[in-house]
């Protein structure tokens, strides 16, 4: 993650917090960076319960809707190896064929006036596949830091959970919830974050179904869009 500077007002501690999360969001879930998970996943759940594929799928589901991660149910009602678990799903994804340096994305990024407010990464992966995605797309250099889900930690804590909104700001250490400010493809996670009283925008990707109550304060197509809604946070010569 890139280094932290002083601006010349003071500490940048008193700066609000851009949070972004990675997958589906950072890089287009039309990737399919998902389905490949998801089956791993599935075979994980056959294999380590010794389930059916039907029951593994559905099992699978039901944690995923409960918990907000697959993950957490299998730590809580089986007593996976977490870490075990992250070797063969997260950290087995083919993801160097499939995320490519994103000159645009990383042009947008760049374009965020840093002496306004601070970029930080909030995502439910494990830390290994958060660094691995980002550096694949180029851009793990404008990012001063990253909260992750840290599947070694008993309970498991994720997105839409307050306490994973509550982490993320005691990492990036920022005080106030309206300094808050937040990108995500998952409705659940923008509903919680415009409950906690974050600024929050809902990432629907072109081919994706609209929602139809809006998730949060903003909803977008492209991250493209956010120079519109947050114009503040963008230098003026863009």
Same mark, same amino acid.
């Given at each position: 993650?890139? $280094?932290?500077? /002083?601006?010349?007002?003071?500490?940048?501690?008193?700066? +609000?917090?851009?949070?972004?999360? &990675?997958?589906?969001?950072?890089? +287009?879930?039309?990737?399919?960076?998902? !389905?490949?998970?998801?089956?791993? &996943?599935? @075979?994980?759940?056959?294999?380590?319960?010794?389930?059916? /594929?039907? /029951?593994?799928?559905?099992?699978? *589901? =039901?944690?995923?809707?409960?918990?907000?991660?697959?993950?957490?149910?299998?730590?809580?009602?089986?007593? &996976? !190896?977490?870490?075990?678990?992250?070797?063969?799903?997260?950290?087995?994804?083919?993801? =160097?064929?499939?995320? #490519? +340096?994103? +000159? @645009?994305?990383?042009?947008?990024? /760049?374009?965020?006036?840093?002496? #306004?407010?601070?970029?930080?990464?909030?995502?439910?992966?494990?830390?290994?596949?958060?660094?691995?995605?980002?550096?694949?797309?180029?851009?793990?250099?404008?990012?001063?830091?990253?909260?992750?889900?840290?599947?070694?930690?008993?309970?498991?804590?994720?997105?839409?959970?307050?306490?994973?909104?509550? #982490?993320?700001?005691?990492?990036?250490?920022?005080?106030?919830?309206?300094?808050?400010?937040?990108?995500? !493809?998952?409705?659940?996670?923008?509903?919680?974050? *415009?409950?906690?009283?974050?600024?929050?925008?809902?990432?629907?990707?072109?081919?994706?179904?609209?929602? %139809?109550?809006?998730? $949060?304060?903003? @909803?977008? %197509?492209?991250? =493209?869009?956010? %120079?519109?809604?947050?114009?503040?946070?963008?230098?003026? =010569? $863009?």
């Amino acid at each position: 993650m890139g $280094s932290q500077t /002083e601006t010349p007002n003071g500490s940048r501690q008193d700066l +609000p917090v851009l949070f972004f999360d &990675i997958d589906n969001c950072l890089y +287009p879930k039309s990737a399919k960076v998902h !389905d490949l998970m998801a089956d791993l &996943i599935d @075979q994980y759940f056959a294999k380590h319960l010794g389930l059916g /594929e039907e /029951e593994a799928i559905r099992l699978h *589901k =039901e944690y995923y809707q409960n918990y907000g991660l697959a993950i957490e149910g299998l730590v809580r009602h089986h007593q &996976i !190896d977490p870490l075990e678990y992250n070797a063969k799903v997260d950290d087995a994804l083919p993801l =160097e064929g499939i995320i #490519k +340096p994103n +000159p @645009q994305l990383r042009k947008m990024l /760049e374009d965020i006036d840093t002496s #306004k407010v601070r970029l930080w990464l909030l995502t439910n992966a494990y830390v290994n596949h958060a660094k691995r995605v980002v550096k694949l797309l180029g851009i793990e250099d404008l990012f001063e830091g990253l909260t992750y889900c840290d599947y070694s930690s008993i309970p498991i804590i994720c997105k839409p959970h307050k306490d994973m909104f509550a #982490k993320a700001m005691r990492e990036a250490g920022v005080q106030r919830n309206q300094d808050c400010y937040f990108v995500d !493809d998952n409705y659940g996670n923008c509903k919680g974050a *415009k409950e906690l009283g974050w600024t929050a925008v809902h990432l629907v990707e072109e081919g994706v179904k609209v929602p %139809r109550t809006q998730a $949060s304060q903003y @909803q977008i %197509r492209h991250l =493209e869009e956010l %120079r519109n809604v947050f114009p503040q946070f963008f230098k003026s =010569e $863009s």
